[in-house]
């Protein structure tokens, strides 16, 4: 089995867990005239399609760096990376979590807004807003950039939700 089809397998069987999470913040009680006059008891929040990355950190890396999150921006194939995607407009947001001792569910999380992501790293080069990041290399040449939560300008907000 390769890197990615294990990575793959160990990170898929969070998904159960990051639906619920990130469900519960798409779905909103609908206001009482639409219950009302159109038997309508929940309405999604964004009318749109909304694309969701979701990465998960294995258990301890959550007291290591707990206000930062790392997007693969380098792979040794060559192959187009996520934070290539996200910066050439993909995805609206992004799941980032830490798993728990017992890799049941998580210890840490965050919910990413992709576009305040984007629109922070805009300003940052534009008008020179501190955002602090870094880089970090794995010894299989994969690459990540790394950025701190608090860098971020409050408006638009980066974070959604946090767990």
Known sequence: MNCYTTNRAWSDRFLPE???IVGARLLQTAPDMLDWRQATDLVMMDGK?????ARVRRHGYADCYPFDFTIRSRLSS???TELSKIVNGHGDWMFYGHANPTETGFDRWWLIDLRAFRAGLIRH????YPIRYGNKVNPDGTQFKWFDIRSFPA???LVVARG
Do not use: C, F, M, Q
Request: hydrophobic content about 35%; aromatic content about 0%; charged content about 35%.
């Open 125 to 128: 080069v534009h008008n020179g």
């Open 49 to 53: 399609d909304l694309r969701i990355a």
């Open 155 to 157: 408006e638009p907000p």
């Open 18 to 20: 990051i639906k619920r």
């Open 78 to 80: 060559g192959a187009e």
